[in-house]
Nanobody, 123 residues
Framework: QVQLVESGGGLVQAGGSLRLSCAAS????????MGWFRQAPGKERELVVA????????IESDSMKGRVTISKDNAKNTMDLQMNNLNPEDTAIYYC????????????????WGQGTQVTVSS
């Protein structure tokens, strides 16, 4: 089991950057494939980017491709998401999640979720 805590959300202007962090208050990241998801009002939760248990492989959503970088430090039990060139369509609650699968992209494959952090991009 793992308990996840996100930080780093906030308000940013279009074209700006933001860095989100996820830390484990309980548990160790080395046991989990992990990912960042987001959910905008009235929309389903969607993948932003996923990273393998080992940290060796990543996959981005088409909408975020080329604009995000994910990093996972199993020794420190932290995971970061760097987002660049943000636009208003990126406004959502962003969630850190952990999966018992080595590498997963579907939300239903993730068992553990943080409380979410709001990202708002102004035009």
């Amino acid at each position: 089991q793992v308990q996840l805590v996100e930080s780093g959300g906030g308000l940013v202007q279009a074209g700006g950057s933001l860095r989100l962090s996820c830390a484990a208050s309980v548990g160790t990241f080395s046991q989990f494939g992990m990912g960042w998801f987001r959910q905008a009002p009235g929309k389903e939760r969607e993948l932003v980017v996923a990273i393998a248990r080992s940290g060796g492989s990543t996959i981005e959503s088409d909408s975020m491709k080329g604009r995000v970088t994910i990093s996972k430090d199993n020794a420190k039990n932290t995971m970061d998401l760097q987002m660049n060139n943000l636009n208003p369509e990126d406004t959502a609650i962003y969630y850190c999640a952990a999966s018992l699968s080595a590498f997963a992209t579907a939300p239903e494959r993730y068992m553990f979720w943080g409380q979410g952090t709001q990202v708002t991009v102004s035009s």
